[in-house]
């Protein structure tokens, strides 16, 4: 199993910035991708931006791109997403990620785990 813990989060105004950590423990081996989603209420979970850990090809949303960056210290088993120029738009609960090929039972896909969310809040 992974553990996935998120930290960062808060009270931000708008064209400030903020830095999402989410630790990673457990069988962290195995993962391939890492990313980032957020959800506010009444709308489904986005996917803001994703890492491949080898190599480091990353993906971002279209509504983020140029203010966002998502990085991975391997050597601490943490993400990162580094938020710039926010905008209210930008609120929701952000959740952490991480994708492994290991075949779960019990739907025959990839195994996929998840944080448990951090809010940010981008109002003046």
């Known amino acids: 199993q992974v553990h996935l813990v998120e930290s960062g989060g808060g009270l931000v105004q708008p064209g400030g910035s903020l830095r999402l950590s989410c630790a990673a423990s457990g069988s962290i081996e195995s993962i391939y991708a890492m990313g980032w989603h957020r959800q506010t209420p009444g709308k489904e979970r986005e996917l803001v931006a994703r890492?491949?850990?080898?190599?480091?090809?990353?993906d971002y949303a279209d509504s983020v791109k140029g203010r966002f960056t998502i990085s991975r210290d391997n050597a601490k088993n943490t993400l990162y997403l580094q938020m710039n120029s926010l905008k209210p738009e930008d609120t929701a609960v952000y959740y952490c990620?991480?994708?492994?090929?290991?075949?779960?039972?019990?739907?025959?896909?990839?195994?996929?785990?998840w944080g448990k969310g951090t809010l940010v809040t981008v109002s003046s």
């Open positions: 990620d991480a994708d492994s090929p290991l075949i779960d039972p019990a739907s025959g896909y990839g195994m996929h785990y």
């Open positions: 890492i491949i850990i080898s190599g480091g090809s990353t």
